[in-house]
């Protein structure tokens, strides 16, 4: 059943990569199993229905809608404002600030998305403006914007929990600790980079003009500010759940956005509204059809036959993790994150057991690896937005785009497999 399995998983990625439509390559997908593996469909499709009503899904929509609303109504504007005041002025110092605003950003919104979205338009002219290369600063940009998918809430970390059983909150915090390392090595391989640029720095205000500025942004940026405090206080003190700090994130986004920082009008919301409602039937018609797609494999016991396979090839737990790394590298360049880890995550969860990684653990592994897929052509969405948006070719922002990968990510994602405490550190000291 191994060979039916990988059949379509084949089919599936061809497919995508070939450009054809989601539901469709899911549907060839599907259709495989059914004709080739002789697999029930009816009572799979109910099942996959049924699945979509729990209730940790409605987090998803909540979130995306929050972090929409985010993009358009200033609140990013006001983080970046604030950030810059402190280190705008050093060599590379504007760089490092998009890739804490896009951190901060994905501490509000849990999608990779909503970072290039909002402080692309803003920050690729000013960095152009001071002498960074457009292709440079559409890449770094894109690139940060990875940090929405680790650090919480996260969407795929939702997705995950959902599908492997684990706490949800747990997921959350084991990408914590990789996703700050990477927003650490994102800004020192940018400040490196930075020394070959002719940049033009602003000078930074002085002794009492430097505190009065600074009070003044940081007082603006206090309601900006306070909305990730809301959500992740609320979250890790017990007092919301996931799918309720969602809701609340976009309750406080909404007059916050009209009121304080009146980047929203009726437009724009509405606009808001739409966009996300677009994005949202995107993402669960995927959920639907790779939730059935793994479910078959489940019941055809692909999982098991998998692990036998693998461990036929080698038991060595060093070789088993390189293995795994570069498979989840390969389908995170072909499929988006909640696709990957909705297909792979059931079928490799058993064989991280039999080699003594944990749920949690794997969560990291799986969330930065599926991630980097947002930046790695041919799927590369993020990337492929934030050359948009930037209005620089690809071909010119995929360059800076894999040094940043190569000696800002790379070494994250063999940190979080060889070394589980970056991953389970902050669990742990949560109580998981």
């Known amino acids: 059943m191994v060979e039916i399995a990988l059949l379509s998983v084949a089919v599936l990625v061809i497919l995508l990569t070939l450009g054809v439509p989601l539901p469709y390559c899911f549907g060839a997908g599907l259709m495989t199993m059914y004709f080739v593996g002789d697999v029930v469909m009816k009572g799979n499709m109910l099942w996959g229905f049924y ?26 504007a006001s983080l970046l404002n604030f950030v810059n005041i402190f280190i705008g002025h050093l060599r590379g110092g504007l760089g490092v600030v998009a890739t804490i605003s896009c951190a901060l950003i994905g501490a509000i919104s849990g999608s990779g998305l909503t970072g290039v979205a909002a402080i692309g338009p803003l920050l690729i002219p000013e960095m152009e403006k001071q002498g960074y290369p457009r292709a440079y600063a559409t890449a770094l940009i894109a690139n940060a914007s990875l940090l929405g998918l680790l650090i919480p809430p996260s969407v795929t970390m939702i997705v995950y929990g959902w599908v492997t059983d684990t706490s949800i909150l747990a997921c959350f915090l084991a990408t914590l600790g990789p996703g700050l390392l990477i927003m650490c090595s994102f800004s020192v391989v940018n400040l490196r980079l930075a020394r070959k640029f002719d940049l033009k720095l602003e000078e930074r205000p002085q002794g009492k003009a430097f505190v009065k500025e600074a009070s003044s942004r940081g007082f603006r940026a206090t309601p900006a500010l306070l909305m990730p405090v809301i959500i992740l206080g609320g979250i890790y003190g017990g007092i919301m759940t996931p799918t309720e700090a969602a809701a609340v994130a976009v309750i406080y986004a909404i007059p916050v956005g009209f009121f304080i920082y009146r980047g929203l009008t009726i437009k724009t919301f509405l606009g808001a509204g739409k966009e996300a409602a677009t994005s949202v039937g995107a993402i669960m018609l995927m959920i639907l059809f790779s939730m059935i797609l793994s479910q078959m494999f489940v019941l055809e016991s692909v999982p098991q036959e998998l ?55 794997f969560a990291a592994i799986m969330g930065v690896n599926t991630a980097m897929g947002g930046v790695t052509p041919p799927y590369a969405s993020i990337l492929y937005l934030g050359a948009r948006i930037g209005k620089v070719p690809v ?30 550190f902050i669990p742990r000291y949560f109580g998981y």
């Open 395 to 424: 071909t010119q922002v995929i360059r800076p785009a894999m040094v940043l990968i190569l000696f800002g990510y790379l070494p994250v994602v063999f940190l979080t497999s060889f070394w589980s405490d970056l991953s389970l």
């Open 51 to 76: 699945q979509l009503g729990n209730p940790v899904l409605l987090a998803i929509p909540l979130f995306v809608l929050a972090g929409t609303i985010m993009s358009v109504s200033g609140i990013a």
């Open 307 to 361: 692990v036998e396979a693998i461990f036929a090839i080698t038991d060595n737990k060093v070789m088993l993790l390189i293995l795994i790394n570069v498979l989840l590298f390969l389908v995170g360049m072909v499929v988006n994150d909640v696709t990957a880890i909705i297909l792979i995550a059931p079928l490799l969860l058993p064989l991280m057991d039999a080699i003594g990684i944990s749920p949690i653990q």
